[in-house]
C-alpha cells in the first residue's frame, strides 16, 4: 500500500507501508553495502593490473618482495569478495571504481616521473599507501555495514582483508621509514 507523506520540504514522497523505522534504513544501507561490494570488487581486479608495474619499477628488493606478496593476497582478496557476494546471495559484479582509477593513474604518472631508484622506490610506496588508505577506508566501511546488517559471515571474510590491508600498509611504512625514505634523502639532483 502506498500512500503520500510530505517530508518536511512542502514536497509528498512516496512510501510503501513496509518502509517503517529500520526498515527503508537498512534497505538503504543494505544498497550501499553492494554498491560497495562492486566498487572495491572492481579496484581489486584493477590492482591486479597495476601492482605488476609497481614491482618491475621498484628496485628495492624489500619492496618488490612487499609488493609481490600483496599482489598474492589481492588475488586471494577477489575470491574471499567472491565469497561476500555469495554470501548476501549476489552475484559478483564490478562497477568502475573511479577513485581507484585515480589513484593508479596517479601511480603511473609518478613511476613515469621519478628517476629510477631510491626516488622512484619513495613514489611507489607513497602511491601504494594511499591506495592502502583507500582500501582501509572502504573494507572498514564494508565490515561495519556487514555488522549492522546483520551479515556476520560477509563481515568476518571484510575482517580477514582489512586486517591484510593494514598490514601491508605497515609493511611500506617500514620499508619506507628503514632503508627507501633514507636513500632517495641522500640522493642528488
Known amino acids: 500500500m502506498q500512500h503520500q507523506e510530505n517530508n518536511g520540504s512542502g514536497r509528498e514522497t512516496k512510501s ?3 518502509a517503517k523505522k529500520g526498515g527503508m534504513q537498512a534497505s538503504q544501507l543494505m544498497q550501499l553495502f553492494e ?3 562492486k566498487d572495491i570488487y572492481w579496484a581489486e581486479q584493477a590492482l591486479t593490473k597495476a601492482i605488476p608495474k609497481m614491482i618491475k619499477n621498484a628496485t628495492s628488493t624489500e619492496l618488490v618482495d612487499a609488493l609481490t606478496h600483496h599482489l598474492k593476497e589481492t588475488e586471494e582478496q577477489i575470491i574471499r569478495l567472491e565469497q ?3 554470501a548476501i546471495g549476489k552475484k559478483p559484479t564490478a562497477e568502475k571504481c573511479d577513485a581507484m582509477a585515480g589513484l593508479i593513474k596517479e601511480a603511473e604518472g609518478i613511476m613515469e616521473d ?6 622512484r622506490d619513495a613514489g ?3 602511491a601504494a599507501q594511499k591506495v592502502e588508505h583507500y582500501e582501509i577506508a572502504t573494507y572498514g566501511t564494508l565490515r561495519q555495514f556487514a555488522d549492522t546488517l546483520g551479515l556476520s559471515a560477509a563481515g568476518d571474510l571484510l575482517q580477514t582483508t582489512l586486517d ?3 598490514a601491508a600498509d605497515q609493511t611500506l611504512t617500514n620499508i619506507a621509514v628503514s632503508t627507501v625514505n633514507i636513500e632517495a634523502g641522500e640522493e642528488v639532483f
Do not use: H
Open 16 to 18: 510503501n507501508g513496509s
Open 35 to 37: 554498491d560497495g561490494l
Open 84 to 86: 561476500v557476494f555469495g
Open 114 to 119: 621519478c628517476e629510477e631508484g631510491a626516488m
Open 124 to 126: 611507489i610506496i607513497a
Open 164 to 166: 591484510e590491508e593494514k
